[in-house]
């Protein structure tokens, strides 16, 4: 007998995301990503001790993204095409001059460490916040690629893009990163937008870490008693999602499915109930018809057929049948 698993009570549940986003963004991405080729890795160490990054994305073969990779890649990532690139977030506090900094000492460690070349890492700071504009004109920071995506030509600093994920253009590939934006609009926009995609296209995991993403934020306001983990997050999600195919319809649960994942399981038999012995037969040739029947078989179905045409009308007209010519003797 299977363990019941205990439901949970979202009333009580209190928690903070402030050490979960990354570890949340991080998952997402592996699940996208890795079927592509791409390394995801999070809480990149950059030496043999402390630091930490918060997130790499490593191409594992070819000089520059595909185009399947790129579907999944936000701006700022898919038009860059070195091999490494470097993710820092800051989802609670707004970007300053530290935070670039603390990203440039990354920067650093993370090519000595990996014998990099510098054109071959590309470093980011991702901000959750929209910055202050005094800070990216003092920096130099300027909107020059996509909206959301800043670049600065001031030495040094050129090394690390900056991702404003409230600004980022509301695309597909942008949708991964915008689920962390601090306006609720921009989340609840690319929220809806990733639960729209199709079911089939994703694992359970993935479906269940979006659920339980969106009920998470639901319930940020709520003072903490408790800091949730990535396994936490899905553990929600999967019984959130338990519930919503519970109480779909079965033209909800089917929407969205290809002809072949909707009979996946079904024995031969049940995939063919229902159907008139006409629809059975519909597109077969008539070999594929007969293919399987033993002789015995056989030959019963020529004496039925026999049967048929005997009881035809008398008055039909028989068959006019070509004479053959006469032969030359």
Known sequence: MSRQEPDIDFKTLKF???????????RIFEIALTPLDILVQSEIQMMSEPPRADLLLLRRKGKAWTEEQRRLLPDG??????????????????????????????????CRAQGLKQDQLQTYVISAKTPNAEFLQRL??????ANGVYTTNLPI?????LLVLNELDNQPHNDFLRLFASRQ???????????????????????SMIFGLQKVYD?????????LTVDDVIEIGKKIRKRVIANASPAE????????????????????????????????????RLAGLAPEEMEALLKQIESLLQQQPANRKPRKHRRLPKSKH
């Open 219 to 227: 319930l940020e306001e709520d003072a903490m008693t408790k800091e």
């Open 185 to 207: 609009s921009v989340r609840r926009q690319s929220m809806d937008d990733v639960t729209q995609r199709n079911f089939s296209e994703w694992s359970d995991e993935f479906w």
């Open 157 to 161: 600093l050129s090394r690390i893009v």
């Open 253 to 288: 649960r089917l929407a969205g499915l290809a002809p072949e994942d909707r009979l996946a399981g079904l024995a031969p038999e049940d995939r063919l109930a229902g159907l008139a012995p006409e629809d059975r037969m519909a597109g077969l040739a008539p070999e594929d």
């Open 77 to 110: 990532i898919r038009d860059r095409n070195c091999r490494h690139h470097l993710l820092e977030c800051k989802f609670s506090e707004s970007v300053n001059e530290w935070a670039i900094q603390q990203a440039l000492g990354y920067d650093n460690f993370y």
């Open 16 to 26: 903070s995301l402030r050490l979960l986003r990354h570890r949340l963004m991080g």
């Open 140 to 145: 130099g920071y300027q909107n020059s690629e």
